[in-house]
């Protein structure tokens, strides 16, 4: 990072906001500040909320404000919870575009300028990412891409990435922020793929056959069930969470979510439904095949080790 940069200037470029939401960040959220002002993008803010750490996050982040004006820190009295510090960087926005960055996680150098070109270029589309990348500490487990929703009718776009999301593609994409502003995050299980949903619904969302994110598997990013433990979900919730995102998919497009109250009462009852059959389909008879299969490979396999580690020895030594 240079402090000689003066990201405040606009240049004509749209104004982009980070929200960087953290709690006891201190020893990560330089790399993640870090990886934005490599972008070189000259229009932008970063807005850090510090959930009440109890590190030296707070130290770290008034550093960087005295370095980068174009930082601004918040720190909560109390710890609000993942989800309201999520929301709180999201509502102090006021770029033209906002993207939402976590503190373990960076950047891909230049993908900020391809982002803000492409929604200029585009204005019927609301989304835009590039591929994910997700790793184990430092090592590659998977590339998450191929998920563009592109189709003329908001109907499809919405089943579609119901049935083909896995681990909330998209959501670290860059959004219009008006639109974002107005749907948020209501602390449930699945929350950035209902918050995705309603952005498809309201725009095609391009997913850049480049990579754009780097997210690292760990924390609460590790499984569902810490994620379901860490924002207060029911047992329910934390042992069969796609049926708890596939109901809440019906209750999020026909009650909640303003996105979708142009359409008719019929319509709303027909894309809930369908989307909530589109998660359990995809999970249920798409995904957790290969999870049970995985599960009984590994109860053979144990025993077999263990023999080998036994037996085999033994045999060493009488030969």
């Given at each position: 990072m240079e402090a000689k940069l003066n990201l405040g200037e606009a240049f004509g470029r749209p104004k982009i906001s980070i929200g960087l939401p953290t709690y006891n960040g201190g020893r990560k959220i330089i790399t993640a500040v870090a990886s934005v002002f490599a972008q070189r993008y000259n229009n932008i803010e970063i807005i850090i909320s510090d959930n009440?750490?109890?590190?030296?996050?707070e130290e770290v982040c008034m550093n960087l404000c005295e370095r980068f004006p174009s930082i601004k820190y918040y720190r909560q009295h109390i710890n609000r919870g993942v989800t309201a510090n999520y929301n709180f960087v999201l509502q102090?926005?006021?770029?033209?575009?906002?993207?939402?960055?976590?503190?373990?996680?960076?950047?891909?150098?230049?993908i900020l300028h391809l982002y803000a070109d492409f929604l200029q270029d585009n204005p019927d589309y609301s989304l835009v990412s590039g591929q994910v990348k997700y790793w184990h500490e430092n090592t590659l487990a998977l590339i998450e891409k191929d998920f563009s929703m592109e189709q003329s009718s908001p109907f499809l776009r919405v089943v579609n990435y119901y049935f083909k999301v896995m681990h909330g593609a998209m959501f670290y994409g860059l959004m219009h922020r008006r639109l974002a502003q107005t749907i948020g995050l209501r602390g449930r299980i699945g929350d950035d793929w209902h918050f995705v949903a309603s952005v498809a619904f309201t725009g095609k969302i391009k997913n850049l056959e480049v990579p754009g994110y780097n997210k690292k598997f760990g924390g609460l990013s590790?499984?569902?069930?810490?994620?379901?433990?860490a924002i207060g979900a029911s047992w329910f919730t934390a042992y069969f969470p796609h049926v708890r995102?596939?109901?809440?998919?019906?209750?999020?497009i026909v009650h909640l979510s303003p996105q979708y109250s142009g359409m008719n009462i019929f319509s709303r009852y027909l894309l809930g439904i369908s989307s909530c059959v589109s998660v359990l389909i995809s999970h249920y008879f798409k995904v957790y095949p290969f999870i049970v299969?995985?599960?009984i490979k590994r109860m053979i396999r144990k025993p077999y080790q263990q023999w080998q580690q036994t037996v085999m020895p033994v045999e060493k030594v009488k030969s």
């Open positions: 009440c750490s109890n590190d030296d996050t102090q926005a006021t770029g033209d575009y906002f993207l939402w960055l976590a503190d373990d996680d960076t950047l891909e150098p230049g590790i499984n569902m069930k810490a994620y379901a433990k995102i596939a109901f809440d998919a019906v209750s999020e299969g995985g599960r």
